[in-house]
Every structure is written in C-alpha cells, then in structure tokens.
C-alpha cells in the first residue's frame, strides 16, 4: 500500500472494503457508494492516472485521509474497458441491499470481475482479431493448454510432453497470441518460462497455485457448466 493502513483506526465502511479487497488483490476494485463507484488507496492512484480522473481524498478514520476516485454508476463500462485496455483487471463491488432499509453498513459484493480475457464489451475489442483467454496447467510430464475466445465461443485444446517443452509451448502461444494466460507456476515466477510467456504473448500473464487447478475442483465447476461429467475427461 502505498499509504500504510491501520485497520483497526479504520471507519466500518472502509473496513468493508478491504474485506471485499483481500479477496480481490488483483483487481482494481470498484466499490459502489450512492450513484458513484469509488477506489480507494492504491487502487484510487493507478485508477486515477490510467482514467484520468480527479484523486481526492476521503476520512477513513486514520489521521490521512484515504486516495479516492471515482465514477458514474451509469458509465462504468466505458471506465471498465479502458482499465482492461491498460492491462489492469476490474471487481465491480455492488450494493447488495437497499441503502434505505439497510440496519448499519450496507451488504456489498463482488457481482462480476472483468479481465483482458473475459471482456464482452464488443466496443472495446478488435473486430479483426480473436480475443482468447488461455489457460496452461504445467505438470511433470510436460502441459495442458486451453485456449478460448468467449466472445465467439471459439476454444481450443493442446498438450506438449517434456520434449522440447519451452519451443513447443511457445510455438503453440504464437498461433493464438492470447491476451490473457493464466497458469499454474505461483513461486516459480524466476524459472524464466513466466517472463518468456510475457515476452512471446506480451498479454497479462496471472500466476496461481496448484491447488486451483486441482482436479476435483475441476470437475465440480465442469459439473455447473454442463450438467454431466460422464464424458468428461481432465487427462486421467
């Protein structure tokens, strides 16, 4: 944070939106107050450069006030897609109970998360090109790659074996240049395949732990989407 939080000097609704923003660190979170969705902190600093809107300040119970930024509820996704465009991710945090019967704080949470690739905004992407989000689970025996464009329904999916493990991964990245890669290499960032993925791709590349790639969490949200896992294989 580029201005030190005390939270227990924290008003409760600020405590509120660092609740909302732990679970959301990789996002500029937009958390609705009124008719303006507000940033706050680092958030508020980046937001207000990349949108190139007024940084204020708000009381949030320390002796600084917190940045603060803001914009109309009714133009979001104009401010959404030029955050994407930037490379950055956007958690839209909403009111989750009406304001005027609420008892104290009002309930607010995340109600959808945009990313470079899972925009749907059709004004802000290029009409000439696919817009695919690509997943890699790296393992011992070499990769799985998913590649999908939501925009069109468009997917794909690959596996490389250990041999030639780096060209070939690359190679495969170069056919679909996907905006965004998220994999499995969390605490292997040094290896230099995250940076060469970086490189070949130049898209936003998100790293996560094992454990979300997990095959039983898998299977479970393979279960959601299409309501029957008997011919369903994850590459047992």
Known sequence: ??????M???TPMMRQYFEVKNQYQDCIL???LGDFYEMFFDDALVASKVLDITLTGRNCG???RAPMCGVPYHAVDGYVA??????????????????ATAKGIVKREVIRVVTPGTIMDTAALDAGKNNYLCSISVGEKG???AFVDITTGECAAHEIDQEDFTACLLNELAKYMPIEVIMNLRGYENTGLVQDIRDKTRGV?????????????????????FGSLEEVSLGD
């Open 143 to 145: 990769a799985g790659l």
């Open 205 to 225: 590349v998100r790293n996560y732990y094992d454990w979300a790639y997990a095959q039983d969490e898998a299977r479970k949200k393979a279960a959601v989407q």
């Open 30 to 32: 937009m958390y609705r």
């Open 62 to 64: 320390m002796e600084e």
């Open 82 to 99: 030029r955050l994407v465009a930037a490379g950055y991710s956007a958690a839209i945090c909403e009111q989750a109970e009406d304001p």
């Open 1 to 6: 944070m580029a201005q030190m939080v005390e």
């Open 8 to 10: 227990e000097k924290l």
